[in-house]
């Protein structure tokens, strides 16, 4: 056991990405490779831990080479010791400072690449002040507002199985790693936008039964060998546990877009094309506590249950992701909006709203301390998610984080437009009757169907703008019958009723 204080072993789990594998889970999958894989020449394990895997492959494949790494020498030592032949070479490394292609060279056949890689992103242990991570780097090529607000961060056992693939490119090899299921997915998506020719299954695992964790876990099983078991390397079968035969789902690519029922995504490719009115996010201010406020029989009151008596020139109604999940009315909860575009001053606040002014300067702290990067070199209480087609009179709006197809139409309360928070996604329109088509037409069967195959329901947001923006909503319209609004039948880049 290292020393220090809880909370500092806390933190070293996180950094090594520190969740051993119990013996039961690494023999039941060395079982399902010995049964469905080819017999590997070589055994690698990158991150080895206290050897468990080791000693399972060991066991299952006798007299294969096995190589294991470890960067913790107290594991090694413990690994040395419960591996008994001359078969087994562990040795001390870095996973980010080997160089794989180097190891991999002189080992003989075909290769096996076992394990369970650190289940934590890169945010994860940068936000502790931790080292052990590989060099941070915007290595998916986002630019701008993404690479800001977080699309940037990525697993860290995403990293090293790209690594492997690198390292493996002209070596037979199959990849058998425990990971995320939204991992898994990700290296469908990346192998497919890049080239590189792999076949894929996914077998879920119980989680909580072996490492008491919450998230979606699965085996993710890779090879560029196309045998039995595989189906083509478009298409990714994906199984309940690791005993089952049934496939759950046959994920794979379209279009350039990842699809959580692939036989279902291309029935309905006839809807897919570039949206043609741009879904926006809702506003995002980080600041709940004073920004939001809560109608109350005395009056607003803000998130520490203070009365506010400010000027209404600012405040808005605000419906959150579970008012709009709930399909709840406007009218309880409000929101501040400090600016009518990204970047606005609002030091015109204080002129037109001196109260309001007043209470924003006095929790001028909490704004200060709101930790993402986009506030930076901003006004003083800049928002985001905020532009002219926020004030837009009518809206259709869906909840990103909740597990329904479910789009609802917001009209003006009291005379002011209705604002959503940032969990959800919105159209604006100036006329009633065209949201009104439009929401009709996104809550058909066919729309749904579309979005069905092409959403993950275990994402952490599994509804997101990518996928929102993948339908056309002309083309639904024109399926369904309807009246076609106005709007589409103008030339494409004015058919944005909001002009941004």
């Not at 996180?14 to 039961?24: A, I, L, M, S």
């Not at 990346?190 to 699965?218: L, M, P, Q, W």
């Not at 309807?482 to 039948?489: G, K, L």
Request: hydrophobic share 35%.
């Amino acid at each position: 056991m290292r020393k220090g204080t809880r909370q500092d072993r806390s933190a070293r789990r996180v950094e090594f990405g520190d969740w051993q594998t119990p013996v039961e889970l690494c023999k039941e999958v060395l079982g399902l490779l010995k049964r469905d894989c080819p017999a590997p020449d070589t055994i690698i394990e990158p991150t080895c831990g206290e050897g468990a895997f080791l000693l399972s492959a060991a066991e299952t494949f006798p007299g294969v080479p096995i190589f294991g790494y470890e960067i913790n020498e107290l594991y090694l030592e413990k690994t040395r010791g419960l591996i008994p032949g001359q078969n087994v070479n562990v040795k001390h490394a870095d996973f980010f400072e080997v160089c794989w292609e180097r190891e991999i060279s002189n080992k003989d056949g075909h290769i096996l690449v076992i394990g369970n890689p650190p289940w934590v992103t890169i945010s994860d242990i940068g936000s502790l002040g931790l080292e052990n991570m590989p060099e941070k780097m915007n290595f998916k090529h986002l630019s701008g507002i993404d690479a800001l607000t977080g699309k940037s961060n990525f697993d860290i056992s995403e990293w090293m199985i790209l690594r492997l693939l690198s390292a493996l490119t002209k070596r037979n090899f199959t990849i058998a790693l425990l990971v995320k299921t939204i991992v898994a997915r990700k290296i469908l998506e990346f192998s497919s936008k890049n080239n590189i020719y792999i076949h894929g299954r996914i077998y879920g695992i119980d989680t909580k039964k072996y490492f008491e964790a919450s998230v979606d876990g699965c085996l993710l099983i890779i090879s560029n060998i196309n045998y039995t078991k595989f189906n083509s390397s478009k298409d990714w079968i994906c199984y309940k546990d690791l005993y089952s035969n049934i496939q759950t789902q046959k994920i794979g690519m379209i279009n350039g877009r990842i699809a959580s029922d692939i036989t279902s995504a291309i029935e309905t490719n006839y809807l897919e094309d570039t949206c043609e009115l741009e879904w926006r996010s809702g506003i995002k201010h980080d600041c709940s506590k004073i920004m939001e406020l809560t109608l109350h029989q005395n009056g607003l009151i803000n998130g520490f249950e203070k009365n506010i008596n400010i000027e209404n020139d600012y405040i808005f109604p605000l419906l959150k992701g579970s008012d709009i999940a709930n399909d709840r009315k406007p009218g309880k909860r409000f929101v501040i909006v400090t600016q009518k575009m990204i970047g606005e001053p609002t030091v015109f606040i204080k002129k037109n709203a001196p109260n309001t002014w007043k209470y924003l300067n006095d929790n001028i702290n909490f704004f200060i301390n709101r930790k993402s990067a986009i506030y930076k070199n901003q006004p003083n209480f800049s928002i985001f998610g905020v532009g002219g087609y926020s004030f837009l009179p009518y809206k259709i709006a869906i909840c990103g984080l909740y597990k329904k197809i479910f789009f609802v139409f917001i009209e003006p309360y009291r005379g002011k437009p209705v604002m959503v928070d940032d969990t959800c996604y919105f159209l604006g329109f100036n006329e009633k009757n065209h949201a009104h088509t439009v929401c009709k037409a996104l809550n058909s069967n066919e729309a749904k169907n579309f979005f069905e195959s092409r959403i993950f329901w275990d994402s952490k947001r599994p509804i997101n703008k990518n996928i929102l923006q993948s339908i056309s909503i002309s083309k639904l319209i024109d399926r369904l019958g309807y009246d076609m609004p106005y709007i589409f039948n103008k030339p494409k880049q004015s058919c944005l009723p909001f002009g941004i």
